[in-house]
């Protein structure tokens, strides 16, 4: 060639390079916060992942997970086609069928099992973001044995909250976070709302005079932003938020015009000691509760608009027995000197300075730093305010508190917490999301009684108890549930115990099922406790050589631990290749400013043979002739698949899967018969519906007419009734009186005192299970797992991206442990339990607990799973905790084996593990153990990658011309009114930067 | 040209990270890998990608530090994200044998020109802050671009002419500008916030900027402490107190 | 070596002999054109090394490719008349002299490639280019007394003086180095590089990355203290002690064979500075290791 070597060539760079030929909208499912996403689409490929600005989850940004999605489409752990075992289970061996034979074959299963009794057949969908329409599924085919994943998850937080206030931290609120000025995080990683939380925080720290208060014994993430760290110990949280609210009493830094108002704090309990209505609220005629005020001087109903109520005092019933304000009992509790700072610091590890110090700014912030806001309303008493006036203190919490036997009192404690201030649901407080508030508790109850038998089931399976005769028990109040949820193990089980059906189903406890029908859960690994047991319950056979389980159908989407344990595999799409509706019928996407419902639709062809498994579930309805799956001619109801259902399908009066477009002409939102052309209105206003509440229902829901008459109007309330705080549970303490013996549903006799102890009326604080188990002194430290940000559970490892973020995970430890124990940074460690051990590698920190060891969650995975090499990181230094926590725990007198759960919910507690750090002798460094056999590859799995150039072919041809570059500030407004001279992007400049 | 343009560039685009809102999600990361793997730089080759080492060209990368502070016996965590600072004095510039790297006039961005790139590697020795990726697969020098594909871009809606990065970040630690013009909003936000340049000591004067984390509150800042209303045994006072006061 | 050929030439010790010439410029040549070649063979882009030429104006790199090709013009032809016409003086001889300019100009080049990089303390520092010269003079002067002494030439005395010279002062110069290093407090820290100065120790908890990548593995290059301080025993050891007890032996006392014992020199030497270069490239810690694990550089 003819070149001048000194010649210097000037690059010429297309500056203008149009990255698509074509954008979609759809929404995220690298996690389940759902953001609004843009998918920028070249030659057939995905380009590039970019988050929706106009979406009101994400409003622009994209997280780790999801800007990954194109490796998660890009996967060579994807399944290609329906598969059936050939091998035993565990080995992996499948062959390839066809879809006609796989729908026959698990229609087969299916339809035997439901004439011979459909409770014989166990659904369990864990990550499951249509459990409105697999809960009805089941419902249909006449299974009780149905729930998702919240049992393991963090079924405390919601039950908790929504037996408390009607609506919970976790996705059903969220912070002020425009106005809030003192926010405090219990126990949160990273949570569901992951891109929310980030913004959220963002934008109060660029504010100034907010602090952010984080308690975790992990100093990662968010806690490593916060203004002050709690490195508190774990499952002491309950001691530390009493002595908050002992502080908070003793100066008498509480709202009681709100608690009067809008809470159960003034009804008057009866005390009466052996009555069955003992503990129970007096009311009068009208059935309302009654409340001794103070001006009348009289007891009066709760319904009337205007009373002083008394909050503490003897007073006499008309009947002439005795009763007391629900808030003395409360008070009395917690004024108890066993909360005061200094009886909770040494169990808490929080010094009784600090307590003293976050309740004195607590108080600051709610009483001395009102946030008042022009704008009128009327309560739902009919009185008018001219002014929205709040306390702008806020909370959030999640798995840290729930993850815990004592998870279900935590949480409440934190809720109340958050009433005693006055800041639940006013301006610069915790904020609920709709449907939410609702009723607390909010129904509808449970079905699936012994006693309710026929076809279809008489209503959705999981509910919300409102005492023991909702419970699913048999005549002698034993367990009929295969999870045991709804017994008087764990009475208020809404979410069921996804965690114990494996063991259930293996020990035939209550009774043996059929067939083991599971979806999106990786529960032969990270979703299990006692992962050796687990492989053993799903492989163990019966003396005639059966599989004690005897069928398993799953569906996955990838090649996971579990599609080796399944019998038939019904392989799913990706969430860009298929149809999916985030229903407020469900697990909605509303945020504290109004509803909002969303949809997938399909933004790129699947190029393999797999279906969604929506349609599968329908297709199945059809073939066993379900009712609401065929019509009256036998013919399937939505032959159009699930489009067809989530346009058409009616759950009540104008009441169908998403709110938005309804009715002949789509000009309804809420309520209207079905719109044939909704999806299309849907995909054109980006893939999701909202609905921006005025402003005068943007406040006070559970006692704003205007509101409670719209979320009425939407069928999320029975009525347009205010919704009162529970503080004090007469829910619980009907299940207490139950445990005395008194009614007609009483727990069998070895439960009493565990129903008795753990139905207090008000939060107690007990010791998490683990830490009383015989011997636990030999494993002094406590055991914790978090959420990496970067990856969601099982499935970031299959990512090229995200698995080089991190392929092997750590077990961190405080230096200061770590040098008592002789062991010095990257050692390699022998972590044990009662249950097992597990051998990794640790990395010393100081922001660390020094009780507590902790490591990413989910890291570890099984030789020949997901698609990786069998020498990946993940197979050989990665590792699980999943090996050491007991799905069962002794408890009691007679040390029954209870499951290793919260008493009252069923939620599993995963946090409560204690374990022992030894350092490895030097032969055993290098690689993790215990090591399980390989699992076999995919059959015509793809061949593995050596050089991955995603992107090579997809840089696009330039188009004319250069814009001059524009200047980004994050949260503009805030930083403005901090910094002299910046520009506030809600002015003008509207917007830019700005992205909340 | 491998030449520094000879008047320092007036226009010096850059980004500026916010340390104290930065929770070390690794968003930017991904979000920048996935722009640029298609974008003036594509691929963004991955080596062995489900394998036993994968390894892969990140134009951004996190980091997480913790300080302590020997003294106090305070700690910190801080996640540090980091990327090309574009440097006024760049080393990988000047070092380059065969002008493939250079920094433009109009803007200050450090570039390579895969095209001419012969792969000696001399500018990655050259970096001080580990920016500059090879890619072992086509035997040549990448690097952050500042995404110069998208701020320039009009095929791109307005909102969106930054870099992938800036506009991807959840918690909004970043910021992009011109950080040569001290009334533009960076650098009074740099100017606000006391914002840091890396490693100055080296004398590559460079053009991002670091925003500090800052002062924990806690601790030292006592507020006003409560005042019991009274102490008697188990608050019996107060209860008393209560019974016939109108509170609400 | 090529500078040695040219100035004991200039200095009549060295026959204009043509078989000399040529065994002497071959040996020099191949070494010469084998580094270029293999480190050409190192790039991404072995095709494109022609390139490397043009920006002669700022990077080392680029000159030192430059005047090194420019180099064999006038030694070449130094050479062929040596060789071919078998004369080393007059105008051959300005042309010789020519090249061992640009030889150490070529050198010194290489030198600077090193220098240059602030980024590595244990290279950016005065001591790294009259390093390089004094060490190339001295490998090349032991060279060409061995070759010389092999065709059993009678002015081998004054080259061993000369060669004893230069490998003494190469010797103390590597010695001040080392002494100048271990001294040497570090110019950048892990504070520095985060910033945080201010907020005490900084340590990294987690890298970006579980694996390895590119940076670390191009310069994270770590080496053990006691592996560090065998090897600089070996480099003083067999690079300089050695060949200078044979020089001086075979210089002063009546050694038989002495073309034998200066071989040994040779290689002793040879094997010395290679263990001396590899010390050079391990002990440099380049900043970037800050980001990486290390907490000062
Ligand atoms: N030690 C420990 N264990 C824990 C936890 C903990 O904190 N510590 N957390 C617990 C909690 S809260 C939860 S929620 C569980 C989560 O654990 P799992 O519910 O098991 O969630 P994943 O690991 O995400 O696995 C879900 C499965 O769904 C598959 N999948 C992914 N996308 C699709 C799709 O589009 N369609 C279909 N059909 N399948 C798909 C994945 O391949 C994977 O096999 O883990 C629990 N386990
Ligand atoms: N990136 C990502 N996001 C996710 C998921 C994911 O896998 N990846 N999973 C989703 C799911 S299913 C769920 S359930 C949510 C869960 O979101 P998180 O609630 O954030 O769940 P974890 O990651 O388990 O974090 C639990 C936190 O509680 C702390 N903790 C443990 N015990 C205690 C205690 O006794 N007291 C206090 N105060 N803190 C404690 C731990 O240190 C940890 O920081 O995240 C959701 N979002
Ligand atoms: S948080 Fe991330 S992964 Fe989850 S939905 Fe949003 S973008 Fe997707
Ligand atoms: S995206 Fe933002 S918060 Fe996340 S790591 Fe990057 S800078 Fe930090
Ligand atoms: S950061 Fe490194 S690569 Fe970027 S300009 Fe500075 S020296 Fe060059
Ligand atoms: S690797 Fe490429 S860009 Fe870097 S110095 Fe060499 S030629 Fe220049
Ligand atoms: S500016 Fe662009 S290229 Fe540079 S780090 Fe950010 S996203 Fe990556
Ligand atoms: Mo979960």
Known sequence: MVANPFETVKEKVDLSVDPSDEVKTTTCYMCACRCGVKVHLKNGKVRYLEGNPDHPVNKGVLCAKGSAGIMNQNSPAKLKKPLLRTGERGSGEFREIEWDEALALAAEWLGDTRRKDPHKLAFFTGRDQSQSFTGWWAKQYGTRNFAAHGGFCSVNMAAGGLYTLGGAFWEFGEPDWDLTRYFMMFG????????????????????????????????????????????????????????????????????????????????????????????????????????????????????????????????????????????????????????????????????????????????????????????????????????????????????????????????????????????????????????????????????????????????????????????????????????????????????????????????????????????????????????????????????????????????????SETVAYADLILPDTTYLERWDCISLLDRPISSAHGPADAIRHPVVQPDRDVRPFQDVLLDLGARLGMEGFVKDDGSAAYPGGYPDYITNHVRGPGIGPLAGWRGKDGDQHGRGDPNPDQLDRYIEHGAFWHHDLAPEQQYYKHANQSYLDYSHGMGWIGAAAPITFQLYSETLQKFRLAAMGHGAHVPPERHRERVKEYFDPLPIWYAPFEDEVDGVDEYPLHALTQRPMHMYHSWGSQNAWLRQITAANRLFMHVDTARELGIEDNDWVRVSSRTGYVKGQVKLVRGVNPQTVWTWNAIGKRKGSWGLSKDAPESNRGFLLNHLIDELVPRGAEKARYSNSDPVTGQAAWFDLRVKVEKCAPEEAGLTDPLYPDIAPMPEAPERLDVLRYGKDLTGTPTAGTAEAEDWIAHRHELAQTIEGMRDGQYGRAGKGDKA | MTQLPSTPPQKKLGLVIDLDICVGCHACAVNCKEWNTGGHSAPLTDLDPYGAKPKGVWFNRIHTFEAHNEETGESRTVHFPKSCLHCDDAPCVTVCPTGASYKREEDGIVLVNGDICIGCKLCSWACPYGAREYDEDEGVMKKCTLCIDRIYNEALPEENRVPACVSTCPAGARHFGDLGDPQSDVSLLVEARGGVALMPEQGTRPVNRYLPPRQKTGKDVAPRMLEHQDDSNEGAGLLARWVDKILS | MLIWLAVFAGLGWLPAGQLFGFIAFAIAFILVAGGLLSSTFHLGHPERAWRAMSQWKTSWLSREGLIAVLTFIPTGLFAAGWVFLGRNDGALLMLGAAGALMSLMTVYCTAMIYASLKAIPAWSNVWTPPAYLVLSLATGAVLVTFISAVFGLDTVQPMIVTALIALAAALAIKLAYWSARSGAAPVSTSASATGMDRFGKVTLIEAPHSESNYLMEEMGFRIARKHASKLRAYAIGLGFLLPLALLAAVGWTQLPMPEIWLGVAVLSCAFGIIAERWLFFAEARHVVTLYYGETSA
């Open chain 1, 188 to 559: 949160v990683a990273e949570d569901h709302d992951s891109n929310p939380i980030k913004a959220g925080i963002g934008k109060m720290k660029s504010r100034a005079g907010t602090k952010f208060v984080s308690i975790n014994p992990c100093r990662t993430g968010y806690s490593a932003v916060a203004d002050e760290w709690v490195g508190v110990r774990p499952g002491t949280d309950g001691l530390f938020v009493f002595a908050l609210i002992h502080e908070l009493l003793r100066a008498e830094k509480i709202d009681f015009a709100s608690l009067a108002r809008y809470s159960n704090a003034p009804w008057l309990v009866i005390q009466d000691p052996g009555a069955a209505d003992d503990g129970l609220f007096a009311r009068g005629e009208d059935g309302q509760p009654l409340v001794y005020d103070l001006e009348s001087k009289s007891l009066v109903s709760f319904s009337t608009p205007d009373f002083k109520p008394a909050f503490a005092g003897e007073r006499t019933l008309p009947d002439g027995r005795k009763a007391v304000p629900s808030f003395e009992l409360l008070a009395r509790r917690y004024l108890s000197d066993a909360y005061s700072p200094d009886a909770v610091a040494e169990q808490t590890g929080v010094s009784a300075d600090a307590i003293r110090r976050i309740a004195a700014e607590l108080a600051e912030a709610a009483f001395e730093s009102e946030v008042v806001l022009d704008v009128p309303w009327t309560d739902a008493w009919g009185r008018k305010h001219d002014k929205m006036i709040g306390r702008p203190v806020s909370f959030h919490a999640m798995r840290g508190i729930s993850a815990h036997s004592n998870g279900f009192h935590t949480c409440r404690a934190i809720h109340i917490l958050q009433a005693l201030l006055g800041s639940v649901d006013t301006p610069g407080g915790w904020r609920n999301k709709a449907p939410f508030p609702r009723p607390a508790p909010p129904g509808p109850k449970p079905a699936g009684h012994a006693a309710d038998g026929g076809l279809p089931l008489g209503g959705m399976p999981l509910g919300t108890p409102f005492g023991p005769e909702d419970l699913i028990v048999d005549d002698a109040g034993e367990p009929v549930r295969i999870d045991k949820a709804y017994s008087w193990e764990h009475p208020l089980s809404a979410h069921g115990l996804m965690h114990m059906v494996l063991h259930n189903a293996w020990a035939g406890d209550p009774e043996p099922v059929d067939v083991l029908f599971m979806y999106m859960a990786n529960m032969a690994w990270n979703s299990s406790m006692n992962t050796a047991g687990t492989l053993k319950y799903l492989t163990d056979k019966d003396e005639n050589g059966e599989y004690r389980i005897p069928k398993i159908i799953y569906s996955d989407a990838f090649y």
